[in-house]
């Protein structure tokens, strides 16, 4: 079993959590902006958002019949991952009312498998071609998946910033017993 | 007390592989980024099932990175042979769509465009592996953590008692 960072005062916990919930805030919004930025930038400046539609092309297909639209072109993701992404906005924006930043605890993981079984069943639905559903289902399945998501997400990161910090902290050093106190009989016989 | 690391590589290796493919072929890879999250919870399942004692969400972050990082490389590999497929793939689905539309949207064509344009080059190779490795490493990390709270909680087994040897004949 791997070597577990020693019990940390909530301060210590404080010190890890804010900043990467901090970062994780700061990067969603970009992610997010930058969703919305490739259509906008479509009739300004094309090879700026072609370079934004390919930077989120290993993320999702991009199909245009299953994207919002935004200045009348497709966004870069499709309706379901936007859902997700947003979701998991919203679950930031919930993160410090619901946890705090003084304790990180993985959700239960029976919440987790309940707002899975929506989008799962969208998902199936639509692979074995039982449905098609329209853009805004696929986008409130996603949200709700998404929002529980942070919660995981920083507790993880959070988890391995304390690691790093408590291995360079290192243990406490133990007294020397080779050298003897300043009040000591000893000392003052060696002076 | 076993204080053994989890070894994290191999089951990043496995589930890498796996998620990676799966996000390059054509027609499965339309759960998008769920591959990758779904690949960092498999990851997540073989370290639990490889490591004696519970794991914790910073050991799910360290797996569920490594198997992004090894995803990517796997799409990005498997995307280059496939690129025409899609094509392909994409071309039928417009056919069909264009006999019941009287014009297709022009987003349609374009996407056909940016997935069938361009021959092979390292530099973009790179570039997109590059960015997708990031990407996925960061989607990783969120399907460890999740794995590991769904397979990760073990109790740790007690200890057994020491025996009672003989009392000290010298006590």
Known sequence: MRERIPPTSEAAVRRAVIPVFALTLAGTLAWLSAIFLAPCLKSRSPAAAAFLYSFFSPVCHQIPGRSFTFDGYPLAVCGRCLGIYAGFLAGLVIYPFARGFSRISLPPARLFLLLSVPVGLDFAGGFVRIWASPIGLRFAVGALWGILLPFYFITGVSELVLWRSSRKKGPEPSPRIDEPALDSPRRKNIE | ?171
Request: with cysteine; net charge positive; glycine share 12%.
């Open chain 2, 1 to 171: 007390m076993n204080n053994r690391k989890p070894e994290y590589l191999v089951p990043a290796l496995i589930a890498g592989a796996v998620s990676g493919a799966l996000s390059g072929i054509p027609f499965v890879n339309c759960l998008c980024c769920l591959w990758i999250i779904g690949g960092a919870v498999l990851a997540s399942f073989l370290l639990a099932r490889n490591t004696a004692g519970p794991l914790t969400a910073g050991d799910g972050a360290i797996v569920g990175a490594l198997t992004g990082i090894v995803a990517a490389v796997i799409d990005s590999l498997i995307s280059v042979p496939l690129r025409p497929v899609n094509a392909v793939f994409l071309r039928r689905i417009m056919d069909s769509l264009a006999r019941f539309s009287d014009q297709m949207p022009a987003q349609w064509q374009e996407l056909m465009q940016r997935n069938s344009a361009g021959g092979f080059s390292v530099s973009g190779f790179l570039f997109g592996l590059f960015f997708s490795a990031a990407i996925f490493a960061v989607l990783g990390v969120l399907g460890g953590v999740i794995g590991v709270s769904i397979f990760g909680r073990k109790k740790t087994p007690a200890s057994p008692l020491p025996s009672q040897g003989p009392p000290d004949a010298t006590a």
